[in-house]
């Protein structure tokens, strides 16, 4: 089968793809509780997102996971923070991707060995059924990383953007 014929199955077939289940209310009450007490501890912000799928006619153009991030890193206007340094952690469920996308001012600091670093940790979690523990992973090591480039010094901050993880 052609990688795009195995990126169309797992779209349409893939059991990783089953978001409420693996994603309680619970489980993102304590995400959004996660990125709102780790925000205190610098000057970015932190925003989560899972897809389900990818629409069919999106994969077959060549969408992949990675363009996809960047399309929601924009849409949720991750980009527009007044130190330019946002961080998204896109997952799309069905083809078993985890994605960081960093805003300018973080990403010119951080290497992209240790974006990765993160998403294998969490890939790992989620790998043994550990959603709570991989989601969790994830934020923390992302807070981890702005509030050493981007410390906050304990001064309090506006939030710029909704902390809730938002599921496509």
């Known amino acids: 089968m052609s990688a795009r014929g195995q990126r169309i199955f797992a779209n349409l077939f893939e059991g990783w793809f089953q978001l409420h289940r693996r994603f309680s209310p619970e489980l993102l009450d304590d995400m959004t509780a996660a990125i709102a007490d780790g925000e205190h501890t610098h000057l970015g912000e932190v925003r ?6 990818l629409p069919l006619p999106a994969v077959w153009v060549g969408l992949d996971a990675g363009t996809r991030a960047r399309q929601v890193f924009g849409q949720l206007g991750v980009w527009d923070t007044e130190h330019n340094c946002g961080v998204l952690i896109y997952v799309l469920m ?41 989601a969790l992973h994830g934020i923390t090591q992302v807070h981890a990383l ?6 906050s010094h304990g001064k309090p901050r506006p939030d710029e953007l909704p902390d809730r993880p938002v599921l496509l």
């Not at 702005?146 to 410390?151: G, I, Q, T, V």
């Open 94 to 134: 069905s083809e078993h991707r985890i994605e960081i996308v960093a805003d300018r001012g973080i990403a010119r600091r951080v290497q992209p060995a240790e974006w990765v670093a993160i998403c294998n940790g969490m890939r790992e979690n989620f790998a043994a059924g550990q959603w709570r523990a991989g």
């Open 48 to 53: 989560f997102a899972i897809e389900s799928r």
């Open 146 to 151: 702005l509030a050493k480039h981007f410390p």
